[in-house]
Each structure stands twice: as structure tokens, then as C-alpha cells.
């Protein structure tokens, strides 16, 4: 249950801290993806130092509502880099407030800032009133994403199949921990050089 407004603070989308990590795992828990404290401080001190991701998250008083992250991707198919938003959430009492546009706004921000020629977001296919709101954010479905689990070799290991080849042998995280793996659509929106009001600093 949100709390009463009296109680609430004021609103302000900030870059994420090491101390975030209960509630940004609550968060990503609630986006259906399970993540205990302990991993997201693990994550969260991996990413917050790289120069080529963002995590952000909405604050309101202590609390965090919202989250949103994203990278820059290079390749050899494009000069300049593209954005990606790889996770958008705002905490279920929460939604409705336009908060999930202000967080996806700051991350777009950034990405102009990164000289990105387009922001990517990849999408559930069962997500759909998440497809609606990209879509209304100007976002565009151009194709699906495949994706292929890789197993972990072992190092020194024999094939059964193959034995002049390592073992292959699946690494699986915690069950808690389980991805999805509902097949999700990939939609793109190209940004146009014109500044957001919204930004995650610097």
C-alpha cells in the first residue's frame, strides 16, 4: 500500500547507490525476475562504476518507486552507438503516477548525451500494456529478439559426444533467481537531436 501524501516526499529521479540495493532488488522482483539483496549489491557495484551503463532510480522520500537501467551497445553495423534500456519498473502501488515515462525520459536523455543514434528496448511478448506505453513513448516494433542459453564449460573436462572438446555443463543460477523466458519483442525508438527536460546526471 502506498503511504498517504502528507507522508510523501518530493520526487526526484537520481542515479542509483550501492545502499539502493534492498529496494532496487524489490523492484526488479516485481518486474519477474527474483533477485535477493545480496546479488543486486554484487551487481550494483559491478555496473554503477561503468562509464557505459546507467542505473537510475525515482525517490520519494526514502523510497525507491521506480527503477530503470541502461547501456550503450557499439557494433560494426553503425559509427555511433545505440541505447538500450534493459530494465523499466515502478512499484506496482505506484503506477499510474507517470513514472515509468519520467525514468524512461531521463534514460533517453542520457543516451542523446552518449551521441546514441537510437534507444532499444526489449519487451515480453506478454507484457502488453508495457508494448502500449513504449509505443505511445514513440517506440516501434522492427523484429523479435532470439536468445540462446549458453552452458558453462568446465575446464579440463571431456565430452561424451566429443572427447577431444571440453564438457559442456549447465551453469543454473538459484531458482529464486531464474530468468524469464518468455520471448520478448524488440522495439526502437530513433532519437531526434532535440534535449529532454528529464536526465539522469552525470
Not at 543514434?117 to 500494456?129: E, G, I, L, M, Y
Not at 575446464?155 to 518468455?182: D, E, F, L
Request: proline share 9%; net charge positive; with cysteine.
Amino acid at each position: 500500500m502506498a503511504p498517504p501524501p502528507e507522508s510523501r516526499g518530493t520526487l526526484r529521479i537520481r542515479r542509483a547507490r550501492p545502499e539502493d540495493a534492498p529496494q532496487v532488488a524489490a523492484r526488479i522482483t516485481e518486474l519477474g525476475y527474483p533477485c535477493c539483496e545480496w546479488e543486486m549489491a554484487a551487481r550494483l557495484r559491478a555496473l554503477l562504476p561503468r562509464r557505459d551503463i546507467r542505473v537510475a532510480v525515482a525517490v520519494e522520500g526514502k523510497r525507491i518507486l521506480g527503477v530503470v537501467a541502461a547501456g550503450l551497445e557499439r557494433g560494426i553495423d553503425a559509427a555511433r552507438p545505440r541505447g538500450r534500456v534493459t530494465a523499466l519498473v515502478v512499484a506496482p502501488e505506484e503506477r499510474g503516477r507517470g513514472l515509468g515515462a519520467l525514468l524512461l525520459a531521463a534514460a533517453e536523455a542520457w543516451f542523446r548525451k552518449q551521441g546514441a543514434v537510437a534507444a532499444v528496448v526489449n519487451s515480453a511478448t506478454r507484457r502488453r500494456a508495457a508494448h502500449r506505453f513504449y509505443e505511445r513513448a514513440g517506440y516501434r516494433a522492427t523484429g523479435l529478439r532470439f536468445v540462446k542459453e549458453l552452458a558453462a564449460e568446465t575446464p579440463g573436462a571431456k565430452s561424451a559426444r566429443n572427447p577431444g572438446a571440453p564438457a559442456a555443463t549447465r551453469h543454473s543460477p538459484p531458482a529464486v533467481c531464474r530468468p524469464q523466458k518468455n520471448p520478448p519483442v524488440s522495439s526502437t525508438r530513433i532519437l531526434p537531436a532535440a534535449k529532454s527536460q528529464s536526465r539522469i546526471p552525470s
